[in-house]
């Protein structure tokens, strides 16, 4: 990790808010996920995996919920706190790792049949990531990616990808460190995906019961022969 990169400072972050992120999902204090927890989990399930490795995944809930289905699930996070309270909450393994570590490492115990971001992709280049994460994918594995839209992310700009900020000022007290993530249209997940040698087989709008727009989920799956 570059000392003043943009990745350090959206680790720096969540190690920072560790503690508020548990409470605010614990005490589901996003109303949104009412809707996007139960999409995604639908569609790694219609997947029909026997093994799930979820990127980024926090304080575990998704691990929670796919391990009480039988699933075999590791989830990986750069944050020891969430780690620690990820193992803390019971069900599933989990691991400290950063997406560095991932691409860095031999792939471990993959190949998995499912691999799982769920909002957990910030940075703006994410082509070695996605790299590492394809090979460790099976032949007929998929990789589920659950972000911001990318039309909710525009926050007033035109619709080009760019740097936003995010200050958590919706959650609540305890989030002490702001975060870049970087939004990026539709073109450019879709490039990104490819330039890895994945291509976007599903994608979904998940909408609240007003009909707004609360997320997009993309499911991705390797390209025979690259
Ligand atoms: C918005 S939270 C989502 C957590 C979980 N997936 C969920 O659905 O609640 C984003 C997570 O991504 C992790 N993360 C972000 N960048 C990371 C990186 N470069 N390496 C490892 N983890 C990272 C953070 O530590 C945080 O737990």
């Given at each position: 990790?570059?000392?003043?990169?943009?990745?350090?400072?959206?680790?720096?972050?969540?190690?920072?808010?560790?503690?508020?992120?548990?409470?605010?999902?614990?005490?589901?204090?996003l109303p949104s996920r009412s809707v996007t927890?139960?999409a995604?989990?639908?569609?790694?399930?219609?997947?029909?995996?026997?093994?799930?490795?979820?990127?980024?995944?926090?304080?575990?809930?998704?691990?929670?919920?796919?391990?009480?289905?039988?699933?075999?699930?590791?989830?990986?996070?750069?944050?020891?706190?969430?780690?620690?309270?990820?193992?803390?909450?019971?069900?599933?393994?989990?691991?400290?790792?950063?997406?560095?570590?991932?691409?860095?490492?031999?792939?471990?115990?993959?190949?998995?049949?499912?691999?799982?971001?769920?909002?957990?992709?910030?940075?703006?280049?994410?082509?070695?990531?996605?790299?590492?994460?394809?090979?460790?994918?099976?032949?007929?594995?998929?990789?589920?990616?659950?972000?911001?839209h990318?039309y909710t992310?525009?926050?007033?700009?035109?619709?080009?990808?760019?740097?936003?900020?995010?200050?958590?000022?919706?959650?609540?007290?305890?989030?002490?460190?702001?975060?870049?993530?970087?939004?990026?249209?539709?073109?450019?997940?879709?490039?990104?995906?490819?330039?890895?040698?994945?291509?976007?087989?599903?994608?979904?709008e998940p909408r609240s019961p007003e009909g707004t727009l609360l997320s997009?989920?993309?499911?991705?799956?390797?390209?025979?022969?690259?």
């Open positions: 990790m570059q000392p003043g990169s943009r990745d350090e400072e959206i680790q720096r972050s969540w190690e920072a808010n560790a503690d508020a992120w548990s409470t605010a999902i614990r005490e589901e204090r927890s139960p995604v989990l639908e569609m790694i399930l219609r997947c029909n995996p026997t093994s799930v490795l979820d990127v980024g995944c926090g304080e575990g809930w998704l691990i929670r919920a796919l391990t009480q289905r039988g699933i075999d699930a590791l989830g990986v996070d750069g944050s020891e706190e969430l780690i620690e309270r990820a193992r803390w909450a019971g069900h599933g393994r989990y691991r400290v790792a950063t997406y560095q570590d991932l691409i860095a490492e031999e792939p471990g115990e993959a190949p998995y049949d499912v691999i799982v971001c769920n909002f957990s992709l910030f940075d703006r280049d994410l082509a070695p990531l996605f790299r590492a994460l394809r090979s460790m994918l099976t032949d007929n594995g998929s990789l589920v990616i659950q972000t911001l990318p992310s525009l926050q007033g700009e035109p619709y080009q990808s760019g740097w936003r900020l995010e200050t958590f000022a919706s959650l609540g007290a305890g989030f002490t460190e702001p975060m870049p993530w970087y939004a990026r249209t539709m073109e450019d997940w879709w490039l990104e995906l490819d330039e890895a040698g994945l291509r976007i087989a599903q994608l979904r997009m989920i993309l499911v991705a799956t390797p390209v025979v022969g690259e």
